[in-house]
């Protein structure tokens, strides 16, 4: 069975940058796409981007300045990088699997909470 | 990009009741649509996906239907464990957008 695991800093100083790992248990993750996805509290999920095992991304528009994906495969990885944070970054941040037969997410991590704030 | 709109935002319900929640995408996109359950403090989970097909181990009270641009997605007999937030998600050439969400609540 397929496990995901965010992890990273609960806590972030404003216009500091944020690193997030999502490790990946009970599959390769070659061959997936795979994105972060976030909630800000009590509101809707909003795809950050997407990147694919080769190393091959892209990033929401609305974030594509201060995003960067990457991937280990060494390490059975997938990181976020995100940049020049503001409150509005305060969300839970997850990765998501992209099903190898169609493209919806059937896997999830638990999600990680960041809470941007001096 | 495609927006998704989904409708209504809120929906009160008793045990019982036939449910069904509305997603319209601004573009056509075939049958690319998944739908998820939220409970609170929880990872959305995959309940239908390219519209109409149920993913394993979800009760089969759930259903999807629609392509192009209007989707919807029905309860048929709304149990207690069902009063969570639904979400759409389309997908169109590498781009994943979801719709705002519909809270089902107990009436």
């Known amino acids: 069975q397929v496990q995901l695991l965010e992890s990273g800093p609960g806590l972030v100083k404003p216009s500091e940058t944020l690193s997030l790992t999502c490790t990946v248990s009970g599959d390769a993750i070659s061959s997936y796409y795979w994105n972060w996805i976030r909630q800000p509290p009590g509101k809707g999920l909003e795809c950050i981007g997407y990147i694919y095992y080769t190393g091959s991304s892209n990033y929401n528009p609305s974030l594509k300045s201060r995003v960067t994906m990457s991937v280990d495969t060494s390490r059975n990885q997938v990181s976020l990088r995100l940049t020049s944070l503001t409150a509005a970054d305060t969300a839970v941040y997850y990765c998501?699997?992209?099903?190898?037969?169609?493209?919806?997410?059937?896997?999830w991590g638990q999600g990680t909470l960041v809470i941007v704030s001096s | 990009d495609i927006q998704m709109t989904q409708s209504p935002s809120t929906l009160s319900a008793s045990v019982g009741d036939r449910v069904t929640i509305t997603c319209r995408a601004s573009?056509?996109?075939?049958?690319?649509l998944a739908w998820y359950q939220q409970k609170p403090g929880r990872a959305p989970n995959l309940l239908i996906y390219?519209?109409?097909n149920l993913e394993s181990g979800v009760p089969s009270r759930f259903s999807g239907s629609g392509s192009g641009t209007e989707f919807t997605l029905t309860i048929s007999s709304l149990q207690s464990d069902d009063f969570a937030t639904y979400y759409c998600?389309?997908?169109?050439?590498?781009?994943?957008?979801f719709g705002q969400g519909t809270k089902v609540e107990i009436k």
């Open positions: 998501a699997r992209v099903s190898a037969s169609g493209w919806y997410f059937d896997n």
């Open positions: 998600q389309q997908y169109n050439s590498y781009s994943w957008t």
């Open positions: 390219k519209a109409s």
């Open positions: 573009q056509n996109i075939a049958s690319w």
